[in-house]
């Protein structure tokens, strides 16, 4: 049998040293993956627990309020004056309106989440959409001191009508508006305007509240995340709705921009296209009502 030269043995054992320094350099390669996936798994994990024990108190904080207010309405209804009588309900709105407005958010996640969201569109009166949709928020602009403008474009006089999915555009700019709110500085304005460009519908919300640093704004759209966690944070919310309003911006075909800086405000521009109407509705409803507005710039 042929023996091998040393230059031969060289070469294989520096082939066979390659051949380790490349398994060593792979195997670092998917290590170095696998940790990224894990931490952010772990991060994943603590967000999502961040968001149940944060959502957990958004729920039961209300629904508290509302049975602990009830339990003392019917226990003492007639020594009960009127004044508290009123300020009562007023809490017990305003607790129900928040519970609810939670709830919807969180069924919209699920839907989300289960590859159930499917689009709706239908002939829908843009400017009695906004104006229901920001009627719905009043009580609550109203104990901050806020008023809101609602502006829509001289196009929309002679035909309201844009194919779109309601319930979805509705959710969309609920969430806008209740950020804007939350955000806003006591005693400011808020902006409400949309607009045709070519086939599609421009919405614009804008606040004059604190605003959002630049490094933070590409995060903001993220699921379960705040920029403020924490018992402390003193903002209330759960990191739900803004990753709700860009998907269902996404699934209607659309986009949504961001325009802040801090101390500034905040301006939330979604552009979407027109779809094609699968239902004869001709007004938004919320409650199985047509609702018909003439919105020209009122505020309230």
Not at 36 to 59: W, Y
Not at 64 to 90: H, K, M, N, R
Not at 249 to 260: C, D, F, P
Request: aromatic share 8%.
């Amino acid at each position: 049998m042929h023996g091998l030269s040393d230059e031969e043995i060289t070469g294989e054992l520096l082939k066979r040293l390659r051949d380790k320094d490349r398994a060593y350099h792979d195997l670092s390669v998917v290590t170095k993956k696998l940790e990224a996936v894990n931490a952010r798994l772990i991060e994943s994990e603590k967000l999502k627990t961040d968001f149940l024990s944060n959502i957990r108190n958004e729920i039961n904080n209300p629904l508290t309020s509302v049975l602990t207010l009830c339990e003392f309405l019917v226990s003492d209804a007639d020594s009960t004056g009127q004044e508290t009588l009123i300020s009562v309900a007023g809490t017990i709105y305003r607790e129900a309106f928040n519970l609810s407005f939670q709830l919807r958010n969180i069924f919209a996640a699920a839907e989300l989440e289960a590859g159930d969201a499917v689009l709706c569109a239908s002939n829908v009166d843009i400017p009695a959409l906004i104006r229901n949709t920001t009627l719905s928020f009043k009580q609550r602009m109203t104990e901050k001191k806020l008023s809101v403008a609602i502006n829509v474009g001289e196009e929309w006089s002679a035909s309201p009508y844009f194919v779109v999915d309601a319930d979805k555009l509705q959710r969309v700019l609920a969430n806008l508006l209740t950020n804007a709110i939350e955000f806003s500085h006591e005693g400011k304005n808020i902006e409400i305007r949309a607009g045709r460009e070519g086939s599609s519908l421009v919405v614009i919300v804008e606040d004059h509240g604190i605003g959002i640093e630049k490094d933070a704004q590409g995060i903001i759209f993220d699921r379960f995340r705040q920029l403020e966690t924490g018992v402390t944070k003193s903002h209330a919310g759960h990191g739900l709705g803004l990753s709700i309003v860009k998907a269902f911006v996404e699934l209607m075909n659309g986009t949504i921009t961001v325009r802040s800086a801090k101390n500034e405000g905040t301006a939330f521009t979604v552009t979407l296209p027109e779809g094609q109407a699968v239902a004869g509705a001709s007004a938004f409803s919320e409650d199985g009502n047509d609702f018909f507005f003439n919105d020209s710039g009122e505020k309230f």
